[in-house]
């Protein structure tokens, strides 16, 4: 990479450094800090002098580290270190790496706005959410949510609401959503978000200590509760006995309770059945994973958000064969900007298979993945596999074998031709099937049931 670029990254990062320290202390520690070395794993800086190298170290290296993720797109390491005693030799492996971690926070601002709660992330809003056919009821029940009048005292009307559905669709993108709007029209509410291992681990903690009453203090005076992966509270008694309380209070207080799982309420087994009432009293939604189309619109929105130009063809290519998580495409596109960012060059067709071969699935993976669709299939249908390979177009078996098509396009990657080659079908075929399973399940809510209850089970497995 050229200085020219090291120049601008540095400007960048000195413009985002000024939103929470003064001119004066970047102007004094950052002047003649210069960013000599960069690629995906490390940004090595270096400053004229031992001091400047402290106070950077002390005070600035985390902060520096989340900046650096923000403008580049990826998380290198930070290494600083002093030009004081001569030029800097940088094969010498004696150099402080610095991450991300308690001992070398520096002093953040307090927060302003109180009902503002930690750990979570202001970068996910119902704006950049992308919407498709998979996830739009979960969206508009959020948006609902997120959109009623707190400062009224009228019964909510989606009150619990719970979201379901794997790991990377969206569901904790559309928590962030919820606190964003709620936070910012509302600056007076109490807003209590917590990822629920570590709700358990904190009430597991304040029950060692015999001291309840601080975490119910807590959280029962929360104006919104957001619990995601609701799930790790599941198991043991007393901790279920003491959520169950927790539950109450707020519910009753007329507070707004939102959760996530990886499941519905019915399907966590170590859930007591009072729970599982009570989570199922409000409204269930549930988010699938992405389709093709969706999944084109996601890497179109990440590329533009990290100035990276995808062909369609390459979109298309992504889109294809990253079927199982969100995360994954944005991880893909990260990938594809830092070695353009670093290596300079057009993304082609050819350097992409190459790039993000961690993301694309192996054809054995996808073919292990063909046949539990089938078992599935056969055994909910009380079918064969020769009955589905077979040439038999009665609708006993033409409708599992339409289902297997379906489940096939939604749960791998495997283009249509592939697909009718594992079920003895050509590639007509299976777009026919397709169509007919989508258009059912449009009119037939019973055998879209039927239908998403094997995604569950194939996801699950």
């Not at 009224?152 to 959503?177: C, D, M, Q, R, W």
């Not at 007919?436 to 019973?446: F, H, Q």
Request: charged share 25%.
């Amino acid at each position: 990479m050229a200085d020219l670029d090291f120049e601008s990254i540095k400007s960048i990062l000195i413009e985002k450094m000024l939103e929470n320290n003064s001119s004066t202390s970047i102007n004094l520690w950052f002047g003649d800090l210069r960013l000599v070395s960069l690629d995906i794993d490390e940004a090595i800086f270096v400053s004229p002098t031992d001091l400047k190298k402290k106070i950077l170290t002390q005070r600035y290296a985390v902060e520096i580290a989340d900046h650096l993720t923000d403008i580049l797109g990826f998380e290198p390491a930070v290494t600083i270190h002093s030009s004081e005693h001569g030029d800097v030799d940088f094969t010498h492996k004696d150099l402080v790496e610095f991450k991300k971690s308690e001992e070398n926070l520096s002093p953040k601002k307090e927060e302003e706005k109180i009902n503002v709660p930690e750990n979570y992330s202001s970068e996910y809003t119902f704006e950049n959410f992308i919407v498709g056919s998979s996830n739009k009821m979960a969206h508009s029940v959020a948006l609902a949510v997120a959109s009623q009048n707190y400062d009224s005292n009228e019964i909510k009307p989606y009150n619990p609401l719970f979201i379901y559905g794997n790991s990377g669709v969206g569901k904790t993108h559309l928590l962030y959503a919820i606190v964003n709007h709620i936070s910012k029209n509302y600056h007076n509410k109490s807003i209590k978000y917590v990822k629920g291992e570590e709700f358990a681990n904190q009430l597991f903690e304040y029950m060692g200590k015999h001291n309840t009453k601080e975490f119910r203090e807590k959280y029962r005076n929360a104006d919104v509760l957001l619990i995601d992966d609701i799930h790790f509270v599941a198991g043991k008694a007393s901790l279920q006995e003491e959520f169950f309380n927790t539950f109450n209070a707020i519910y009753e207080s007329n507070k707004q309770i939102i959760f996530t799982s990886d499941r519905p309420p019915n399907e966590i087994k170590t859930l007591q059945d009072r729970l599982k009432t009570r989570f199922m009293s409000g409204i269930i939604v549930d988010i699938q994973l992405p389709d093709f189309d969706l999944r084109c619109a996601i890497l179109k929105q990440k590329s533009l958000l990290h100035n990276l130009s995808l062909p369609p063809a390459v979109i298309s290519f992504l889109a294809e064969n990253i079927t199982t998580s969100i995360r994954q495409l944005e991880g893909a596109v990260k990938k594809l900007g830092a070695i353009q960012l670093l290596e300079g060059g057009d993304i082609t067709f050819e350097r992409v298979k190459n790039s993000v071969k961690e993301f694309l699935p192996t054809r054995d993976t996808e073919a292990k993945k063909m046949d539990d669709i089938i078992l599935a299939v056969c055994n909910k249908f009380k079918l064969t596999r020769e009955d589905i390979m077979s040439t038999k177009r009665t609708k006993e078996i033409a409708v599992p074998r339409h289902i297997c098509v379906y489940l096939a396009r939604t749960c791998t990657a495997l283009s249509q031709s592939q697909i009718g080659k594992a079920i003895n079908r050509d590639r007509t075929t299976v777009i026919s099937s397709e169509t007919y399973v989508k258009d059912e399940m449009a009119k037939n809510p019973s055998f879209a049931m039927e239908v998403e209850d094997l995604i569950r089970e194939l996801n699950i497995s």
